[in-house]
């Protein structure tokens, strides 16, 4: 599939009637917050849409639903359009892909460089140099003439945010500013608000557990690499689930001097979720792509087969790897 125009996007998304939309498991904001403003924008443009998603919304993100999420693959026996959102292989959609696959015409919305080009696309883009889904997805909106609503623009907003670490991450371009500086224009919007709902609503148990990752997390490579893991035994201790650690990563490169920043979570014994960062010249997605995985250059992740101990040395050591081949390449 090659890239299409957003215009030429938007009207294939008006030749539907009937659209499910796919998020990757494990939602984040940028993958949340696109969707349901692409649910948001079809609706309004008198289709029936929903977004299918699995598992819990994290804490942070609830406020993104917006009544457009459905854990029922069957709320259509037949439709039109299947839509994957922030990802590019309906691998990213576990169980899902089924439903994905009942759709006659395949669609892509996606802005990570690397992905496992194993699904066939009818049109759509994937464009790296996006700083969020949420960027294509208003650009397509506007391509489509739908009005931005307020619940619109409060999902591209949450979504440019969180991927852009609230436009601290090198990936903010100016056409990130000139996109949400456009969302201020609408009435009731507040952008302060969201980012109080996104940042400042978080439970006293994932406090805790914030603070005993970061105790016990693993700094090498000089300083420049921190390794931090969130265990089942953890989780039950700060009575806490999985979702509440999403930001732990952010803390880890918070820390100066530290390029890398790794999270390892626990999700059964012998299978461990990994999330990466890179702060400046660091490319994470190499790592990532080498164990399955993949993402963006300076934010990727990839499921480890293995206990907790064995990818802390696993992973170490292929970051370690990583960042010996990015000083030689500056």
């Not at 994957?84 to 959609?93: A, E, N, T």
């Not at 979702?243 to 999270?263: A, F, N, P, R, T």
């Amino acid at each position: 599939m090659t890239n299409n125009t957003y215009l030429e996007i938007a009207d294939n998304l008006l030749k539907s009637e009937k659209i499910l939309i796919f998020p990757h498991e494990n939602m984040d904001g940028d993958c949340l917050g696109s969707a349901a403003a692409l649910c948001q924008m079809m609706r309004n443009s008198g289709k029936e849409a929903y977004v299918v998603a699995d598992g819990k919304t994290p804490r942070n993100l609830d406020f993104l639903e917006s009544g457009t999420l459905t854990s029922n693959k069957d709320v259509f026996n037949e439709y039109d359009l299947a839509v994957l959102v922030d990802c590019g292989s309906r691998s990213r959609i576990g169980d899902r892909a089924a439903v994905f696959d009942r759709g006659r015409v395949k669609a892509v919305i996606d802005h990570h460089g690397v992905s496992e080009q194993d699904t066939a696309f009818d049109f759509g883009v994937i464009e790296p140099s996006s700083a969020a889904t949420a960027e294509l997805v208003y650009l397509i909106a506007k391509e489509m003439g739908v009005e931005i609503t307020l619940p619109i623009a409060r999902c591209v907003f949450a979504a440019i945010n969180t991927d852009t670490g609230s436009f601290q991450h090198s990936n903010t371009t100016a056409r990130t500013h000139v996109i949400v500086s456009e969302l201020y224009d609408i009435d009731g919007f507040d952008g302060n608000e969201i980012t109080q709902l996104l940042y400042n609503r978080q439970s006293l148990g994932s406090i805790q557990l914030e603070g005993r990752v970061i105790s016990g997390m693993k700094v090498c490579a000089g300083g420049k690499l921190a390794i931090g893991a969130v265990t089942r035994q953890l989780l039950d201790e700060t009575d806490t689930d999985m979702s509440e650690s999403e930001g732990i990563v952010q803390k880890l490169m918070s820390i100066d001097g530290v390029e890398i920043g790794c999270i390892l979570k626990e999700t059964d014994a012998n299978t461990v979720r990994v999330s990466l960062r890179a702060k400046s010249y660091a490319n994470v997605a190499r790592v990532a792509q080498s164990y399955g995985g993949g993402g963006h250059v300076r934010a990727a992740g990839f499921t480890f087969e293995g206990t907790v101990d064995e990818a802390v040395v696993d992973v170490s050591r292929a970051l370690e790897a990583e960042l010996d081949r990015a000083n030689d390449e500056k």
